[in-house]
């Protein structure tokens, strides 16, 4: 049973992580003009994707220095799903399902 949860959990980190990417593609169309935003369908789904991903990357844009323009916040938010979140996951399911803490310690 707890396999099945951190299996769920997993698959919703990594589609949370496709979110991200797909919300700075959307914004980098958006800002060069090859998506129209004033389209009711595409707003939506900008507007969405925005809504979704903002409140992980801005704590990371507030941190990051600027760039004169370029977000870097995206790619350091997948870096550190796939670096420190995934992971982490997998040791805590390996601590909880082998019953001790060895796994936790790095």
Same mark, same amino acid.
């Given at each position: 049973?707890?396999?099945?949860?951190?299996?769920?959990?997993?698959?919703?980190?990594?589609?949370?992580?496709?979110?991200?990417? =797909? +919300?700075?593609?959307?914004?980098? /169309?958006?800002? &060069? @003009?090859?998506? %129209?935003?004033?389209?009711?369908?595409?707003?939506?789904?900008?507007?969405?994707?925005?809504?979704?991903?903002?409140?992980? =990357? +801005?704590?990371?844009?507030?941190? /990051?220095?600027? &760039? @004169?323009?370029? %977000?870097?916040?995206?790619?350091?938010?997948?870096?550190?799903?796939?670096?420190?979140?995934?992971?982490?996951?997998?040791?805590?399911?390996?601590?909880?399902?082998?019953?001790?803490?060895?796994?936790?310690?790095?």
């Amino acid at each position: 049973m707890i396999e099945i949860l951190f299996e769920l959990l997993y698959y919703v980190i990594n589609l949370y992580k496709w979110a991200i990417i =797909l +919300a700075a593609v959307f914004s980098m /169309l958006a800002a &060069f @003009g090859v998506l %129209d935003t004033r389209n009711r369908m595409v707003w939506m789904i900008g507007d969405f994707l925005y809504r979704v991903t903002e409140p992980v =990357l +801005a704590p990371i844009r507030n941190i /990051l220095p600027s &760039f @004169g323009g370029i %977000d870097f916040s995206p790619w350091v938010a997948v870096i550190l799903i796939q670096i420190v979140i995934v992971p982490m996951l997998f040791r805590i399911e390996l601590a909880i399902t082998g019953g001790g803490w060895r796994p936790l310690v790095f």
